[in-house]
């Protein structure tokens, strides 16, 4: 049974960890979003006015664990993490087209992105207006190596609109680290 319900919501149902550039510093401790579960929440028709909001949204986070979540009629995607397809991470990897590295700031440090966990949720019917979005979508360096990366395991999505493009399980522009194992898309 859920915990919490959340239904006909103006934006995200659930928002997490925030997208400034003091946001992103992993060693601003008094900013740091580190150590939360989202869990066990039923959530439907969230993005009602901003429809390019999804169920849940993570920006900059550590160690966080998003499941056994359900998740229904959204207009986006029904999990977005990650946030700056990249430009925000060190190096200033350019995710997204006529992007050039350094045009939000020059990053030689790493985001706080590491040790997050996105599984066993259920995503249905998800980009029913919105287009090039997932039923879970990631942007950005997700971890600091293949050996921490962003965990999406035992997921399970269906019902997407055919003509919403994207893809069920999307890592986007700039997603690097990222581990997609035993997720169910109909």
Not at 11 to 17: K, N, Q, R, Y
Not at 117 to 146: C, H, M, P
Not at 165 to 178: A, E, K, L, P, Q
Request: glycine content about 14%.
């Amino acid at each position: 049974l859920p915990q919490n319900e959340f239904n006909d919501v103006c934006s995200a149902a659930i928002e997490l960890g925030g997208l400034t550039v003091e946001e992103r510093d992993r060693k601003n401790k008094l900013r740091l979003v580190m150590g939360n579960r989202i869990s066990h929440n039923l959530i439907t028709h969230a993005g009602q006015d901003f429809v390019d909001a999804a169920g849940v949204f993570i920006g900059f986070s550590k160690d966080t664990d998003i499941s056994h979540n359900t998740i229904a009629n959204v207009p986006w995607s029904g999990i977005a993490i990650g946030w700056g397809w990249g430009l925000l991470d060190k190096g200033m990897f350019p995710g997204i087209s006529n992007a050039t590295p350094g045009m939000w700031g020059t990053f030689t440090d790493d985001t706080p992105n590491s040790g997050n966990k996105i599984k066993s949720n259920l995503i249905v019917s998800f980009l029913e207006n919105r287009w090039d979005g997932g039923a879970i979508y990631s942007t950005g360096q997700q971890g600091r190596s293949k050996h921490d990366p962003l965990k999406i395991e035992g997921n399970v999505a269906f019902g997407k609109r055919p003509a919403g493009g994207g893809n069920t399980f999307y890592t986007d522009g700039g997603s690097r680290y990222v581990l997609l194992s035993n997720n169910v898309s109909f």
